[in-house]
C-alpha cells in the first residue's frame, strides 16, 4: 500500500510514510471488509460514515508539517485510524466525535493498539475544543461548506489547519496558515468527503 499509494504519488515525509507502514488500516474497518484494508479508496465504517482513502491520510497528515512536538485537533475521529496516525507521529492528539458509536469503537481500538496520547470527545466538531486550546495543527476528516470561524480562531500563530471546502459532492483540500497579519489559504487539490455536520458546518445528519 505505502509504495504504490503514498510514495509514488507525491508523499516525501518520512515520519508520515513510517506511520503509515505502522497502523494496521485494516483493523479500522468491518470484519467482512477486511480484505479490501489496504485498497486506495474509501470503505464504510457504519453510521454513513466512511474510513478515508490511504492517499488523502497521508496528503492530509503531511500536509499539516508535524515536527512530533504538536498539539493536534482532529475533527471527526470515525473509526480512528487518522487518529492513530496523528498519535503515531507523536504530541498530543484531540479528536473530536459526533456520532457516539464510532467514538467509543475507535477509542477502544486506539487502547488496544497501545494509543494513550490522545483523548476523544463527543461533541460538534464544528465549535472545536476551546478548553484543550489553542492548537499548532488542525485536521478537518469532512467537507465544509465554508471554514468554521472557530477553528481558525483556536489555531496558534503560525499553527496549520487542513479542511475540505466545497460543496455537498466535492470539495478543495485548503491548508490555512495563521500569522501575526491573518490567514494564508493554499488550494492542495481537489477532493470528495462525507458532510461535515455542525453549527459550522453542514446542518441535519
Same mark, same amino acid.
Given at each position: 500500500?505505502?509504495?504504490? #499509494?503514498?510514495?509514488?504519488?507525491g &508523499?516525501? @515525509? $518520512? ?20 480484505? #479490501?484494508?489496504? =485498497?486506495?479508496?474509501?470503505?464504510? +465504517?457504519?453510521?454513513?460514515q466512511? +474510513? =478515508?482513502?490511504p ?25 480512528g485510524y ?10 498530543? %492528539?484531540? =479528536?473530536?466525535?459526533?456520532?457516539? $458509536? ?10 488496544? !493498539? ?5 483523548? &476523544? ?8 475544543? %476551546? ?8 485536521i ?7 471554514i468554521?470561524?472557530p !477553528?481558525? @480562531? ?7 489547519? %487542513?479542511?475540505?471546502v *466545497?460543496?455537498?459532492?466535492?470539495? @478543495? ?8 497579519? *491573518?490567514?494564508?489559504?493554499? @488550494? ?18
Open positions: 500500500m505505502v509504495e504504490e #499509494q503514498i510514495i509514488s504519488r &508523499i516525501r @515525509d $518520512s515520519e508520515v510514510i513510517e506511520a503509515m507502514k505502522k497502523v494496521p488500516r485494516h483493523l479500522f474497518v468491518e470484519e467482512a471488509l477486511q480484505s #479490501q484494508g489496504y =485498497s486506495d479508496h474509501p470503505l464504510p +465504517i457504519g453510521e454513513k466512511t +474510513i =478515508s482513502q492517499y488523502m491520510v497521508a496528503l492530509m497528515t503531511e500536509a499539516l508539517q508535524l515536527t512530533g512536538k504538536e498539539k493536534v485537533l482532529e475533527i471527526g475521529a470515525g473509526s487518522q487518529t492513530a496516525i496523528l498519535a503515531e507521529l507523536g504530541g498530543k %492528539v484531540f =479528536s473530536i466525535e459526533r456520532i457516539r $458509536s464510532l467514538a467509543i469503537r475507535a477509542r477502544k481500538l486506539l487502547y488496544e !493498539l497501545g494509543y494513550f496520547n490522545f483523548e &476523544i470527545k463527543i461533541f460538534d466538531g464544528t465549535y472545536g475544543w %476551546v478548553e484543550e486550546g489553542p492548537f499548532d495543527a488542525i478537518v476528516t469532512a467537507g465544509a461548506p465554508d468554521p470561524q !477553528l481558525i @480562531d483556536q489555531l496558534t500563530i503560525g499553527g496549520r489547519l %487542513v479542511i475540505p *466545497g460543496d455537498a459532492f466535492v470539495q @478543495d483540500l485548503i491548508r490555512v496558515t495563521k500569522t501575526g497579519e *491573518g490567514i494564508k489559504r493554499e @488550494d492542495l487539490g481537489g477532493c470528495r468527503f462525507v458532510k461535515l455536520i455542525g453549527r459550522y458546518g453542514w446542518e441535519g445528519e
